[in-house]
């Protein structure tokens, strides 16, 4: 597609549950972010791909916060054993390498209950 | 602290106007860029404009610039004759030349009034 793609773009789960979140970069793009948003706040840094570097995994929050970057294309975030306190907007940017301009997904919107 | 400062936190503006929105940052290390988005109510985040640490001139986009005052350590965001579709939240964002992430500021709610 033209753009950054993200699914679901809406989740609600139960506590305690497990979540996948998926981002379809734009094609080519070799750098991939994950960002989380929550309510009436800025953009927390999460996880960085760039090719096939070893990812820059410093702004997980906890360990049951993961994500990987298959063939370099498609990206899943995995949230385990959700919280109350997870829910909020996780953003997908993707650039072509060396590229400063990030382009955004719409972003899906987790709930936990 | 904060790397991005963003000390609007709603302005309001007179559709055809211009109007200023502000941002500084904060950081040792000599290389870094400065970024502008845009995030409309639909929540995508748009990129407006970037400024590099050695650029000479502000950067210039269509009706956006940035006024980059490196020894205030300022980047203000200036919209010239506002339109309604300007409405959205604006944040600031900094990349150091030795890290991977952008830092966010916590964004200005910019209104536009017909």
């Known amino acids: 597609g033209a753009g950054v793609s993200q699914s679901p773009s809406n989740k609600v789960t139960e506590k305690g549950k497990d979540v996948e979140l998926r981002c379809d970069p734009i094609?080519?793009?070799?750098?991939l972010y994950w960002y989380r948003q929550s309510l009436g706040q800025g953009l927390e840094f999460l996880i960085y791909?760039?090719?096939?570097?070893?990812?820059?995994k410093s702004g997980l929050p906890s360990d049951r916060f993961s994500a990987e970057r298959t063939g370099g294309s498609v990206s899943t975030l995995t949230i385990q054993r959700t919280q109350q306190e997870d829910s909020a907007v996780y953003l997908c940017?993707?650039?072509?390498?060396?590229?400063?301009?990030?382009?955004f997904g719409s972003g899906t919107r987790l709930t936990v209950v | 602290a904060q790397k991005i400062t963003q000390t609007q936190p709603g302005m309001f503006v007179q559709e055809k106007e211009a109007v200023t929105l502000d941002c500084t940052y904060d950081?040792?290390?000599?290389?870094?860029?400065l970024f502008w988005y845009k995030q409309p109510s639909s929540g995508e985040m748009i990129f407006l404009i970037y400024?590099?640490?050695?650029?000479?001139q502000n950067a210039t986009e269509g009706r956006y610039s940035l006024n980059f005052q490196k020894a205030r350590k300022s980047a203000n965001l200036v919209i010239s004759a506002s339109q309604l579709g300007d409405s959205a939240m604006y944040f600031c964002?900094?990349?150091?030349?030795?890290?991977?992430?952008?830092?966010f500021g916590t964004g200005t709610s910019l209104t536009v009034i017909p």
């Open positions: 940017a993707s650039s072509p390498q060396g590229y400063y301009g990030y382009t």
């Open positions: 094609s080519g793009h070799t750098a």
């Open positions: 791909f760039q090719g096939n570097s070893a990812p820059d």
């Open positions: 950081t040792s290390d000599p290389s870094y860029g």
């Open positions: 400024q590099g640490s050695y650029d000479q």
């Open positions: 964002a900094m990349r150091e030349g030795t890290g991977n992430q952008f830092y």
